[in-house]
């Protein structure tokens, strides 16, 4: 029986497709995984409201105000091997997004009454926990379909009660700047 040989064409398509296919594994295992589009006035609300409810949550006797910077971006890496050539190199389009309040002098009693409120919620809500007594009094949750975290601690010898709501790292949109951006500014009330 006589086999006939691939005519050129069928070489060269099955030799490009393969290169193709090579580049393309290679620059995902030098990439790594990329990072997800955010939309940062979006993620900015969304941190507000969780801060804003764990505020009321908490309940704190006379309502007092908190001490807040607002939303702030925070500092993520390269991936894959990538990351080897640009160790603790910070990548400029993409960043972590985290609201932090305190209030300081609260009362064990009150800090400990307040947190179990918000516990509570997150718990039924279907939140993870992540950390426990990290503080002097405190505890982590992470959202398992967002990747955001919730953390209320307390400070026994300063009486701060400190809450921070963070997310994961997200690609950001061309020409955003973090330091004219209008929608993170936040305060409770």
């Not at 497709?17 to 990439?31: F, N, P, T």
């Not at 009454?113 to 039924?124: D, H, I, M, S």
């Not at 009660?161 to 004219?180: H, M, N």
Request: hydrophobic share 35%; net charge negative; aromatic share 10%.
């Amino acid at each position: 029986m006589l086999r006939s040989r691939p005519g050129p064409w069928v070489l060269w398509l099955t030799g490009t497709v393969l290169a193709v296919g090579v580049s393309v594994a290679g620059y995902r295992v030098w990439e790594g995984e990329p990072y997800p589009a955010v939309v940062p006035d979006q993620v900015a609300e969304r941190l507000k409201g969780e801060a804003q409810r764990v505020y009321e949550e908490v309940a704190l006797p006379g309502r007092p105000g908190v001490s807040s910077s607002g939303v702030e971006t925070g500092t993520c890496y390269y991936r894959g091997l990538r990351s080897i050539a640009h160790i603790d190199e910070g990548r400029g389009d993409v960043r972590s997004f985290v609201l932090e309040w305190q209030v300081t002098d609260v009362l064990r009693n009150d800090a400990r009454a307040g947190q179990e409120r918000v516990r509570r919620r997150l718990e039924y809500e279907g939140w993870r926990l992540t950390g426990e007594d990290v503080s002097d009094m405190g505890f982590r949750f992470e959202r398992p379909d967002t990747d955001e975290t919730v953390a209320v601690d307390w400070y026994e010898h300063t009486g701060t009660l400190a809450v921070s709501v963070r997310t994961s790292c997200g690609k950001l949109p061309a020409g955003f700047d973090e330091y004219a951006w209008p929608s993170s500014e936040w305060s409770a009330g």
